[in-house]
């Protein structure tokens, strides 16, 4: 059985069978990504335990098992914080410093291997559930392409050219990070090895939900709570948007009577005739045909549109206040602070295989072809373009609020106050 069958039997017969098989099939994995993060073999323990104490208590909210991987990967993540800022606390109560245990045993190389595979982790947290998914059964599980495609449903050769993009996404989001370029693939494939416990296949005592330990339960209850706080927050998101963009357009129309039953065109975000997606300062909605798009601003209070062309929402990159997109030779970008939307056009014939998606940072956006390197700012709402020769592939990398590009030995810099490319040295 795969892990969705597994869960799903969990979930309707409360299969302590099932259950027991899931837990045997990740807890080395999970385990290793928490000794990694926290440094400490028994708090890892307690860090392992908590996220299958979660497990087993959300199960019905997982909401898609066939991703089973990603929430477990996401919600390890977020254990091992938790259980590290409250270790913290206890440290600086007692005042006590201590040498964690794996921190102690760790070689000078383990030391920056680990501390690459930290910002490696970091990017991959960031990732979409579907493409976590891909990286998780992959390279955190260590299973083949073959059971990649079993586990998500697709074939193995489409699993192999999904995990290829989703590859390549981390590396230009790591260029500057993690160098060289091409060192990605073996840190991700080194996951495959650092994960390996000495649990042969056997479940340990320790891990039984009956005996979890004291801490286990407390990390539990505190990341049980943290889930809940942004499921709150989302939820709020849904409804203000809802009556912001859903009533913004009835009252745009004017001339309605209280009685009367709104058109078509004025019907709420989650009418299956659109789609939409937020972040903490704007929102896309998007028609099903693509034929319309829509920006709303939460900073403005309004709302803009622009012909959609062929464009999906899951064409679109959001970050807090961000939102970008490619389709086709388009670049597509909606400003929170101007209230407008701006497309570029690429060269004809440009490369876009150097990048697949634009890259973003909280306030910024860029993207690559051979020759040339175009960066957004929402400040000015206008995507601006630095040439550069046409032998070169220039990465941007993205910092906070900056973009950055090397041609030639030479540094360039967009400024997002003033939408301008300056050089540097």
Known sequence: ????????????????????????????WIHAVARRRVGDEHLAHDVAQAVFLLLAERSDQIRNPHRLGAWLLKTTIFAANHA??????????????????????????????????????????KLDEADRSLISIRFYQGRSLADVGAELGISQDAARKRLERVIQHLRIRLTGRVEPADALPTLLASLTTINQLPYGGALPP?????????????????????????????MAAV???????????????????????????????????REWTSSPYLAIVIS????????????????AETDGKNFKIDDFVLTSGVAVCRE???????????????????????????????VVGDSDAAYAVRGAVFAYSP????????KVPDKEAVIPIIDENTVRATSDGKMYYFCLKTGKWSSGF
């Open 1 to 28: 059985m795969n892990d969705a069958q597994l869960l799903q039997e969990f979930r309707e017969n409360k299969s302590h069978e099932a259950f027991s098989q899931l837990v045997s099939r990740h807890i080395g």
């Open 84 to 125: 590290m800022r409250e270790e913290n606390r206890r440290r600086r109560r007692e005042r006590v410093v201590a040498i964690s245990h794996g921190e102690a045993d760790m070689s000078a190389g383990q030391t920056q291997i680990f501390a690459k595979l930290a910002l490696v982790e970091t990017a991959v947290e």
């Open 206 to 234: 320790v891990f039984a939900l009956k005996t979890a330990s004291l801490r286990a339960i407390s990390i539990s209850k505190g990341v049980s709570q943290m889930m809940m706080r942004d499921k709150l927050k989302k």
């Open 239 to 273: 409804l203000v948007m809802t009556m912001v963009l859903g009533g913004g357009i009835l009252l745009a129309r004017g001339g309605e009577e209280p009685g009367e039953s709104p058109p078509t065109a004025a019907a709420s975000t989650d009418s299956p005739e």
């Open 288 to 303: 099903k045909d693509g034929s319309k798009l829509t920006g709303y601003s939460k900073q403005t209070g309004q709302w």
């Open 328 to 358: 086709g030779n388009t670049l597509l970008a909606f400003s929170y602070v101007t209230n407008t939307w701006d497309r570029i056009e690429l060269p004809a014939g440009a490369d876009t295989s150097i990048m697949d998606k634009p």
């Open 379 to 386: 400040y000015t709402g206008t995507w601006v373009t630095l």
